[in-house]
C-alpha cells in the first residue's frame, strides 16, 4: 500500500521511525547497563590496588566531589587512592592516583580518556616513564604543584599534546588538593586553550547531529514518494 505524499503521512512516518529506534536502543541499554558498571567497578578496584599497593581496609570519603579511598593496614593509615577528573582535548580525562602518608605519588591509572590516539592516548604510561622529566612517580604536588615545562613546571608534556598533558597533571593536582583537605577549585589544569578545542569539538558534534537529522527526513521523504 502506497502512503499519499502530504506532510500528515511525513509525521507518522517519522515518528514510528522515531519510536523503533527508541526501542531498539532502550532494550540495548537494558542488556548492557550492568555488564558495563560491573566493568567499571572492577576496573576501579583494580586501580586502587594498583596505585595504593598493600591495605587491610578502605574507608571511602568524598571531599568536594571528589572521592578518596583511604588505605589502611591494621590501624594505620599508609596512604590513599584519589578519584580525580579534567577536561582534556577530546573530553573528560579521568585518573585514579594513588599518595603515600606524605603526599608522595605512588603511582596512578587512567580510568577514562577519548584523547587522540598515538598522542594524548600515551598518558596511560608517558606520566611513569624513566626518561627526561616525564615520571611524576615520587613527586609531591604539595611541595610543588605538577605543570608541564611550557608552563613554567618540570614535568615533560606528551609530544604533540600539550593539552591532554595539561588536563592530566590538572586532574592529579585535584586529586592532591582532595587529600590534602585544599581547595580543589584553586587548582586548574586547564587552558584557555582547552577550553576552545573543547568547545570547537562540541560544535563539531552538533553540525553532525543536525546533518544526521536532515539525512533521516530526506529518506523518509524519498520512501513516501516511493
Do not use: H
Request: aromatic share 6%; glycine share 10%.
Amino acid at each position: 500500500m502506497k502512503l499519499e505524499s502530504n506532510f500528515k503521512n511525513m509525521v507518522l512516518v517519522l515518528t514510528i521511525i522515531s519510536l523503533i529506534a527508541a526501542g531498539v536502543l532502550g532494550s540495548v541499554y537494558q542488556v548492557t547497563e550492568e555488564p558495563i558498571a560491573k566493568a567499571k567497578a572492577e576496573k576501579q578496584q583494580n586501580a586502587i590496588k594498583q596505585v595504593l599497593g598493600d591495605f587491610d581496609r578502605l574507608e571511602e570519603e568524598v571531599v568536594d566531589g571528589i572521592t578518596l579511598y583511604k588505605g589502611y593496614i591494621a590501624d594505620e593509615f599508609v596512604g590513599a587512592a584519589v578519584e580525580a577528573s579534567s577536561n582534556g582535548f577530546s573530553g573528560e580525562v579521568k585518573i585514579m592516583v594513588g599518595f603515600d602518608k606524605d603526599g608522595n605519588i605512588l603511582d596512578y591509572a587512567v580510568l577514562q580518556q577519548a584523547e587522540t590516539p598515538g598522542l594524548g592516548t600515551k598518558m596511560v604510561d608517558w606520566f611513569k616513564t624513566d626518561k627526561g622529566n616525564q615520571n611524576i612517580k615520587g613527586k609531591n604536588p604539595g611541595k610543588k604543584e605538577l605543570k608541564v615545562s611550557k608552563d613554567g613546571g618540570d614535568v615533560d608534556a606528551i609530544t604533540a599534546a600539550t593539552i591532554s598533558s595539561r588536563a592530566f597533571l590538572g586532574a592529579v593536582n585535584k586529586a592532591y588538593a582532595a587529600y590534602s583537605g585544599g581547595d580543589v577549585n584553586a587548582v586548574s589544569g586547564a587552558s584557555n586553550v582547552q577550553s576552545q578545542s573543547t568547545d570547537s569539538v562540541a560544535c563539531d558534534s552538533q553540525q553532525s547531529v543536525v546533518a544526521d537529522s536532515a539525512a533521516v527526513i530526506t529518506d523518509s521523504i524519498n520512501v513516501i514518494n516511493d
